[in-house]
């Protein structure tokens, strides 16, 4: 299964390895589409694939450290 998600971090969590944490951690495997980061802002959109059940869990372990999930419709680059 796959969604695309369009995160933005907070500015204490631009420079930490979330995506890998929670990539290594729920078995989700992310496809940057699109980033900006600055010292003091930081956006991406991801599509990440896995199990349903593992998607959950990597969303909500973002949501829980604070990072803005938004779900994404259509293609990104288009």
Sequence with gaps: MK???KLT???HLIKEPVIFT??????VMPNIRRARVTETVG????????TEKNLDKGIKS???QGIDVELVQGDVIE
């Design 9 to 11: 971090f907070p500015q």
């Design 62 to 64: 973002l949501k829980d």
């Design 22 to 27: 929670m990539a290594k951690k729920y078995n």
């Design 43 to 50: 956006e991406m959109v991801l599509e990440l694939e896995g």
């Design 3 to 5: 969604r695309q998600v």
